[in-house]
């Protein structure tokens, strides 16, 4: 109850007002309106046959192809995406047998598909006002009903009947569609109880329909049936916009739907209400939804791909048909694109931050790796003549394809791929750091989360609802083209054991303090008490890259203990490339100390504390300050599938402040801690060939010598041959080197660089 006030002491005046209006609404809709049909402009409603012919003899407004490309759409996916057409029909006709698979499950109807039933737990949702849903309890993940309900598989049948001019897949269509309408009445049953879904599926129902529309089985009473619905898909949406509740991905989501129903169906009486409404959300929210640095606002890589897409139909739609885009718009959604860039992994995929639930806001097909949004990039290069967006993104897509058309083929083919100008990249807004040593295909990278957890969440104990996970100073890693250690992903947001375990901090490659996350989990998805962190340095350079944050998750009011976290990536030799994270744990008294490895699915062994693989050798610069315990984790690369990981992990009971390091190298080096204080932790790597020092002092411009190095560095690395010759050096922050009292490195102020001799 307490909760319950403080987040009502917190709502806005105008918050509290819509959604009382917003209940009231409702109310009346359900006891006025609950039968509305549809109103079209100019047209007679009972002319069906004359709304039919005249949509269908329209020249614009046009979806995302017009009727001359479908003619030629075979022919180009033959050439470009040959085995694609089969995999489309193989889909469509495993439709036609109502097979489905998602989330995990695989589900056959043998009649009627069972719309409002849950395909696992077989309970079916009642029939009442949607409102009242959630009042009836309910044992069941209802994303299993939603997802099928969103009729993503429609547009399979759809590009099927493109290819094949089959009427089969357009009377499963229009079974599907109808049998669906009569099975969920306006208002009606848990498929109305959530604007996001009714507007994901009005989206891929319109899709779907254009794709039908030259069909000669889809008559005037389906047809007149079909826009009936959508036209209360439209209404129910405006009626519920997600302004307050869920204010990005849904809200997007649902501004999209409105403004391709009043964009595309201009006959319906509130078309320009819609579409203007919907353009002007898209619009005005767009910088509520992405950091200025590109990033999404939900600190999850999932969902900033499905607020991306719905922005990117919008704006496609409105290309397609000569009309302009706001200039701002159009930066914002090229940069959106350019930080997925730089987020996409040696093997294609993108680190598996935050939520997810494999949702895509473009969706041509089923998606065979759900962590590769390269297609995304393929559209950024078309609509922004991006040479680096084409050159990452490997393949002009076929979603590309099917928004673009012909013409968005012609410009794909006519840019000249280039390689990104940056390899290492900061996003200080987002708070994601990118480390990498090139851009080809057996390249090392890391990508550092040093972001906020999520938009909307509370410092103190007022709960909300987000999309990040407890996951500060947390990475993932991939070493010569292949990922070693990752993030654990996302499983389910019905299981609340699993839920709680991919969410918090335990299941996350970063430190955790006294086994408890850095936010508190509040029920389900709910957060409070969440964190702030930052990145305090970033360097990076054709031989090196450092970057330092912390985050306060763990503090309290009377011990302000701070995590800070410092990665040091060595690229001096492409064979020998390797990386040092030191973890700096600031503040008093005796805590437990974890620190956490989540490795793919593989097997690793441990020789006394030095964990390897076949990729890696991870070994403890403190070896006997820690203990180190190999535990059987998890990894959900999609949504309800999960398999076994294994887990790494060093502990120590310690009184603070404490340091702690890790080396991850390609073979076993001979490490030699020199010194571990509150002040500075060094030590040095020997290699037959030649030795590293490493220091890192707590302090900036604080003077130290250790090992006859001396410097006020905040952190040094130095490299000597054999013979004690200076090979290397970087610094960091520092204005001052002398090697056995003989000065190698001076400045009149604080200095990063990097020096081969």
């Known amino acids: ?55 269908k003899n329209r020249d614009k407004p046009f979806p995302f192809f017009d009727k001359g490309e479908k003619e030629s759409i075979y022919k180009i996916f033959n050439t470009y995406f040959p085995n694609q057409i089969e995999r489309y029909i193989e889909e469509a006709d495993k439709i036609c047998k109502h097979n489905f698979s998602f989330l995990g499950v695989d589900i056959e109807y043998k009649d009627r598909i069972e719309w409002n039933k849950d395909p696992l737990t077989k309970q079916e949702y009642p029939h009442i006002l949607y409102t009242n849903i959630y009042k009836s309890s309910s044992k069941a993940d209802v994303k299993h009903v939603w997802e099928l309900n969103r009729h993503e598989h429609l547009l399979n049948l759809g590009i099927a009947y493109c290819f094949t001019s089959d009427e089969e897949y357009t ?50 009473e389906v047809n007149y049936k079909i826009l009936n619905s959508l036209y209360q898909h439209g209404r129910y949406i405006i009626r519920n916009l997600s302004f307050f509740s ?63 897409g719905f922005y990117l139909l919008g704006i496609i739609l ?19 694109i350019e930080f997925s860039m730089y987020f996409v992994k040696p093997d294609g995929n993108l680190p598996m931050i935050g939520d997810a639930d494999d949702a895509r806001a473009i969706k041509f097909g089923s998606i065979s790796k759900k962590w590769d949004f390269r297609t995304f990039l393929a559209i950024g290069a078309v609509l922004f003549n991006r040479a680096d967006f084409k050159r990452i993104s490997g393949k002009i897509g076929n979603e590309t394809l099917w928004l673009l058309g012909i013409e968005g083929l012609k410009k794909y083919n006519q840019i000249a791929p280039e390689l990104p100008k940056q390899t290492s990249m900061p996003f200080y807004s987002s708070g994601y750091f990118i480390m990498r040593s090139d851009w080809g295909k057996k390249a090392d990278y890391l990508c550092l989360d040093c972001g906020p957890q999520s938009a909307g969440l509370y410092k103190n104990s007022t709960p909300s609802v987000a999309h990040g996970h407890a996951d500060a ?79 306060d998750g763990y503090a309290k009011e009377k011990n302000p203990l701070i995590h800070k976290r410092v990665i040091f990536f060595n690229k001096l030799i492409e064979a020998k490339r390797y990386w040092v994270i030191f973890d700096y744990l600031a503040g008093k008294g005796k805590h437990l100390i974890e620190q956490y490895f989540h490795f793919v699915p593989t097997k690793i062994q441990a020789d006394k504390k030095t964990i390897y693989t076949n990729d890696i050798f991870l070994i403890p610069i403190n070896p006997d300050l820690v203990n180190l315990e190999i535990e059987e984790g998890w990894i959900a690369e999609s949504y309800g599938v999960k398999i076994k990981a294994p887990v790494a992990k060093y502990s120590t009971t310690s009184i603070l402040p404490l340091c702690l ?42 003077r130290y010598i250790c090992e006859g190095i001396e410097t006020d560095a905040k952190f040094s690395f130095l490299r000597m041959d054999n013979k004690g010759n200076i090979i290397a050096l970087t610094i960091i922050q520092c204005s001052i080197m002398k090697i056995n009292q003989k000065e190698i490195f001076s400045s009149t102020q604080l200095t990063d660089e990097v020096k081969i001799w």
């Open 246 to 308: 869920s204010p990005y991905n849904h809200l997007i989501g649902e501004a999209t739907a409105i403004f391709i129903l009043g964009f595309l169906f201009p006959e319906f009486k509130e078309a320009t209400q819609w579409k203007t409404i919907g353009w002007q959300i898209l619009t005005s929210q767009i910088e509520k939804q992405f950091f200025n640095d590109g990033g999404g606002v939900e600190q999850a890589i999932s969902y900033h791909h499905y607020t991306l």
């Open 1 to 55: 109850m307490d909760k319950l006030l403080s987040k009502i002491k917190r709502t806005s005046f105008e918050e509290l007002l819509f959604r009382i209006k917003k209940l009231i609404l409702v109310r009346l809709e359900w006891l006025f309106n609950k039968n509305i049909t549809v109103s079209f402009r100019g047209f007679n409603v009972q002319d069906k046959q004359a709304l039919l012919e005249h949509i």
């Open 473 to 551: 100073l947390s990475f993932e890693l991939v070493l010569n083209g292949r990922p070693v250690i990752i993030d654990a992903g996302m499983f389910s947001y019905h299981d609340e054991y699993f839920q709680n375990y991919f969410r918090s901090t335990p299941a996350h490659n970063t430190i955790v303090i006294d086994g408890k996350s850095q936010a508190t989990l509040i029920g389900k998805l709910g957060w409070a008490q969440t964190y702030t962190s930052k990145c305090t340095k970033w360097f990076t350079s054709k031989f090196a890259d450092y970057v330092e944050g912390e985050h």
């Open 318 to 336: 409105q290309i397609r048909n000569g009309i302009e885009i706001n200039p701002q718009v159009l930066k914002v959604i090229e940069k959106a």
């Open 171 to 220: 009377k499963e269509f229009c079974n599907q569609v109808v049998d669906w309408i009569d099975a969920n009445p306006y208002l009606v049953g848990v498929n109305w109880s959530s604007s996001l879904e009714v507007a994901v599926r009005a989206i891929n129902w319109v899709i779907s329909y254009y794709l039908f529309l030259d069909s000669k089985y889809l008559d005037k």
């Open 661 to 702: 390091g890790v080396i991850i190298y390609p073979n076993i080096p001979k490490i030699e801690l020199l010194k571990t204080s509150q002040d500075i932790t060094a030590f040095k790597l020997i290699t037959p060939n030649w030795v590293d020092y490493h220091l890192l002092s707590k302090d900036v411009g604080k």
